[in-house]
């Protein structure tokens, strides 16, 4: 993709919007001789010195766009590389070592065999990717960010709702990336000299910088980062497959099986079903008749063969904890340490390899700390005008001590936080298809709207439907620290239902609801 056109075009936009009077001055407050008569108030003032930010951002060729619409004007030119682009972005982004210690539960955690837990993993991606791939859709169709898209469904306030609930999913990512990271560079230093910790500030600094640039240097890092990923994960299969545990049946009585697998295939799904609140973000310099088909089969390609391939190399890994002692001394010291043993055979290169993969979390990082910068900014008209460097810089901090605070307890970040936060994504996405094939398939939407509460749905309907659609969520859903009381019907540590429930009750009472509200206020 060639997004310098379309972004030189947005930058020279925001130029334009400068004004000639003093940074922070208006104009009615400036006396014949330019001096301002009195102070400003502090408001007026900050606004000016983040207009001025701005424009050194522009002047320094950064994106200093945030969630404006972008036009139909300030589009790219697109050619056979960006359509290429589009499934190289998402095999980089998922090509990483966190969908690795993402499979590596299956064995370690719910107990399940090697078989049983490829098909949860493999099946779980694939249909959460659908969600992600009809997602991606809407950034060339609106030109908008995908969570002002979900304005049109939530309406202006419920809508901030999700926003705060996708800023600390994004976060949450973010803190699995570097504290994994952190971990495979401690384990190949000599003699473990370089800390888990000094690791995570190296995969969290240079993932801000890549952020930072925006969407054009976002887009040409994430072309050519997947090809060392791949051939260190293929590499990785090869030295490792020798020691996979292939034979040995899931442990636990047959209700046990059932529900650990329910619950893998729904961490596993969480996983990629979360990536549908961020994916159009990076395609909304793609002209509006960019193919559907096109955009959706390609993203949704270069998910499921990404998470494929990460899901299988991590069931493989852990399924060997039990048969092989070197790999349970490094599962207790981590799941970056057992990626960093897979590769011991072949010593001082694997410890090459093993760098590499903990550099290949930095793509899996940016996408979530770019697209933070935005969401924080749909919190408000305030948070609007702060600039989206800002806005990273802040995300970044966060997830960073974060990271510090709980890199010993990778396992359990995983499985408590990403089937949490697959819930209310569940919910979100069923609110958004109805809204579209129910209620929008002849108006349509108006995308000049995008800004305007009065032309945004009231969203009483979606609010009240994510709400029960929470409340079954709650009911069926299977974590350590709460386990519901349909959830644990299902064998002796429950089977986590969350995803489908919430998406299926919050699908039932939209409908009638959006009705009731459209007939009342009409919009």
Not at 52 to 72: D, H, P
Not at 84 to 103: D, E, K, M, R, Y
Not at 348 to 363: H, N, Q, T, Y
Not at 501 to 520: H, K, M, N, T
């Amino acid at each position: 993709m060639e997004p310098q056109k379309g972004i030189n075009v947005a930058e020279a936009s925001e130029k334009d919007n400068f004004t000639t009077s003093p940074v922070g001055v208006p104009d009615n407050t400036l006396s014949n001789d330019g001096t301002a008569n009195r102070s400003p108030p502090i408001s007026e003032r900050l606004g000016g010195y983040m207009k001025r930010f701005e424009q050194q951002l522009v002047e320094y060729n950064l994106e200093a766009r945030g969630i404006q619409r972008v036009e139909e004007n300030e589009r790219l030119s697109l050619t056979w590389i960006a359509y290429l682009q589009v499934f190289l972005l998402w095999v980089s982004i998922n090509l990483a070592a966190n969908n690795i210690t993402l499979g590596m539960l299956g064995p370690a955690v719910y107990e399940l065999s090697f078989l049983d837990s490829s098909l949860c993993s493999v099946l779980g991606a694939v249909l959460g990717s659908l969600a992600a791939a009809w997602s991606a859709t809407w950034g060339p169709i609106s030109g908008n960010r995908t969570l002002v898209f979900g304005r049109y469904a939530m309406g202006w306030w419920p809508s901030k709702i999700v926003v705060l609930l996708n800023v600390i999913q994004m976060i949450g990512y973010c803190l699995i990336d570097c504290v994994v990271g952190g971990q495979i560079l401690s384990a190949v230093s000599p003699n473990s000299s370089m800390s888990v910790a000094v690791g995570i500030v190296i995969v969290a600094i240079i993932s801000w910088a890549v952020a930072t640039f925006g969407i054009k240097f976002f887009h040409y890092y994430e072309r050519f980062a997947f090809l060392p990923q791949l051939i260190v994960i293929c590499i990785l299969f090869g030295v490792s497959a020798t020691k996979y545990d292939l034979a040995s049946p899931s442990q636990g009585d047959p209700r046990t099986v059932t529900g650990n697998r329910l619950s893998f295939f729904s961490i596993c799904l969480s996983a990629a079903i979360t990536y549908a609140p961020l994916a159009a973000d990076f395609f909304v310099y793609y002209p509006p008749d960019t193919p559907k088909l096109a955009c959706f089969g390609l993203t949704f390609f270069g998910l499921a063969l990404s998470f494929t391939m990460t899901f299988l190399v991590g069931i493989g890994l852990a399924s060997g904890i039990a048969i092989h002692p070197e790999y349970s001394a490094a599962w207790s010291s981590g799941a970056g340490a057992l990626i960093v043993e897979g590769f011991g055979p072949l010593h001082g290169f694997g410890k090459f390899c093993s760098v590499i993969v903990a550099l290949g979390l930095i793509s899996n990082t940016i996408p979530p700390t770019y697209s933070s910068g935005i969401d924080f900014q749909i919190l408000g008209r305030y948070a609007e005008k702060v600039p989206r460097i800002v806005w990273n810089t802040f995300g970044v901090v966060i997830y960073t001590v974060c990271a510090l605070a709980g890199r010993g307890y990778l396992s359990e970040i995983f499985t408590n936080f990403l089937a949490l936060m697959g819930y209310w994504v569940a919910i979100w996405f069923a609110i958004l298809i109805e809204e579209r094939y129910l209620f929008r398939r002849r108006r349509g939407y108006n995308w000049a709207a995008w800004d305007d509460p009065t032309k945004l749905p009231i969203g009483l309907a979606a609010f009240v439907a994510f709400l029960v659609g929470w409340a079954g969520a709650i009911l069926c859903m299977a974590q350590v620290w709460y386990v519901g009381p349909l959830a644990r019907l299902v064998g002796e540590y429950g089977a986590d239902m969350g995803n489908y429930v919430g998406f299926s009750w919050a699908g039932i009472v939209y409908p009638p609801l959006r009705y009731i509200e459209l007939r009342r206020f009409g919009i």
